[in-house]
């Protein structure tokens, strides 16, 4: 489980939480709660010669809406001297529970500005470890580890883990380090049988696995099998990815499997595969060598954002047929009638082909691929944004975007505008699904009554035609961050 929460600097409180479910063979399982805090978001005080932050949380955890577990506690902050440099802190706690379905509700309040909005947390999960089966724990994403010298709360099998609780690596980051523990290969492999931890990267979209990534390590059962290791991510491809650990018998037999999904922009490893297109001789040969009707489809498709009207039925004829060879033909005469004379057509594609990994990764929509998303969509149409103001929490709303371009260029018809903007909302917050319901682009949906679509459950004024927002949010933020975006 992953909540993210992040918006413009300064304008609200920033977090990162993630939850780990592990077990104690012969006792109760536990939860883990981890939180990442950043000292930026939040107001300081002067102690000694040094600055702190101080934050309030609040915690419950229901069954069947019956309170089963409750903690209040303030967190200080590491003292820092720069206040343009807080320090970034983090907190671990544990709860035994027995096995069952949850809700968790956490609060994050600034102790040093009561003016600040909380910002609330809510999200189910399930406890379910039993005896005669193979278990596992959560896959525990990991910033960094080191041998414990004192146990402590971030103490598991000897080192002291520090979780990484975002579930996107950026270019800076070139490893993926995890801890993982499976129960009971003792009782259903045998005491001290040897078996082996198998783990890889395959793609989320195809579920192929990816042959440079991936590398085992051999134990013997017992009631408790601990795995601490790392992948080398620095030359993984923008996308969206899978880390599977998988359990194998003597036979080479899969005993159990687990899989943790993650995202990865790497825009260096983007930009060499793109000079790699270019030492083809022709666009003719390198699509011409593409044998993968699969590929050959998402090829097709994701030409749909930056299509004319007939392009796009023919974008549509051709994913539908999945013929290898007209899709080959169409994917060519695209991209030499957009080159003319004047650039190379396998140039432009390597160029938009980078645009559209970068979509796969920012915007998908459930098992809809990042291109045929809104804001995918808008993304390819018109380029990337000047400003993208990001909305996780304003007060009773959706979760929200505003998109701003000084000057854009709709690729689809070769049209520039100055100064447009964009509004997405999230109404189905679990599945990262904005839809677009405002711009003053021409061709894009026009409506100015949009700020009613962001709010929860304030309708007030809705009735009346003339009312352009409703009433009661002199509060809210998104007037300004539409009339400011930053």
């Known amino acids: 489980m ?13 977090s990162y939480f993630n939850t780990g479910a592990f077990n104690v063979p012969g006792q109760q399982p536990f939860l883990e709660t981890y939180l990442t805090l950043i000292g930026n978001s939040f107001s300081y005080k002067t102690v000694g010669t040094h600055y702190q932050n101080s934050v309030n949380i609040s915690l419950l955890i229901l069954k069947d ?15 820092f001297d720069d206040t343009l440099k807080a320090a970034t802190f983090i907190d671990n706690q544990r709860y035994s529970l027995p096995n069952g379905i949850y809700e968790i509700q956490i609060t994050i309040s600034d102790n040093y500005n009561p003016k600040q909005k909380p910002v609330h947390l809510r999200q189910k999960f399930v406890m379910a470890f039993h005896s005669d089966q193979i278990e596992s724990s959560s896959i525990e994403v990991l910033e960094s580890y080191k041998k414990a010298t004192v146990i402590s709360g971030v103490t598991k099998s000897g080192f002291d883990l520090i979780p ?27 005491k001290n049988t040897p078996f082996v931890f198998y783990y890889y990267i395959e793609g989320a979209d195809n579920l192929i696995k990816l042959n440079s990534y991936g590398a085992f390590k051999k134990q013997n059962a017992s009631k408790v099998n601990p795995l601490l290791a790392k992948l080398d991510i620095s030359k993984l491809g923008s996308g969206n990815y899978n880390l599977v650990i998988e359990i194998k018998d003597g ?7 687990k899989k943790y999904f993650f995202q990865r922009l790497n825009k260096a490893v983007d930009i060499v595969a793109m000079y790699g297109f270019n030492e083809k001789k022709s666009i003719a040969e390198y699509f011409g060598s593409c044998d993968n009707a699969d590929t050959l489809k998402m090829f097709v498709e994701c030409l749909w954002p930056i299509s004319n009207g007939i392009d796009k039925e023919r974008v549509i004829n051709q994913a539908v047929k999945k013929d290898k060879d007209l899709m080959k033909k169409f994917i060519i005469d695209f991209w030499q009638r957009r080159a003319a004379d004047s650039v190379s057509p396998l140039k432009l594609w390597a160029e938009y082909y980078k645009n559209v990994q970068q979509v796969m990764v920012l915007f998908k929509c459930g098992k809809q691929p990042g291109y045929y998303t809104e804001r995918g969509r808008v993304y390819l149409q018109y380029g990337a ?18 998109w701003q371009y000084y000057r854009l260029n709709d690729r689809s018809n070769g049209q520039f505008f ?4 964009f509004v997405f909302v999230n109404k189905n917050i679990a599945d990262d699904c904005h839809t677009l319901i405002h711009s003053d682009t021409r061709g894009e949906i026009y409506n100015d009554r949009w700020r009613f679509e962001l709010t929860r459950r304030n309708n007030n004024g809705v009735a009346n035609p003339d009312n352009t927002a409703p009433v009661g ?14």
């Open 418 to 421: 100055s100064n447009r903007k």
């Open 385 to 402: 944004p000047s400003q993208r103001s990001v909305q996780n929490a304003d007060l009773n709303t959706f979760p929200y975007e505003i």
């Open 65 to 79: 809406s019956t309170i089963v577990k409750a903690n209040k506690y303030n967190l200080i902050s590491p003292a």
């Open 2 to 14: 992953l909540i993210l929460l992040k918006t413009s600097t300064f304008s609200q409180i920033i």
């Open 164 to 190: 990484y609780n975002v579930n996107y690596f950026p270019e800076i980051q070139n490893d993926l380090l995890f801890y993982f523990e499976t129960y009971n290969t003792d009782t259903i492999l045998g």
């Open 251 to 257: 036979k080479n037999i899969i005993q159990h499997q």
């Open 473 to 486: 949010t002199q509060y809210n933020q998104f007037d300004e961050i539409y009339s400011n975006p930053r």
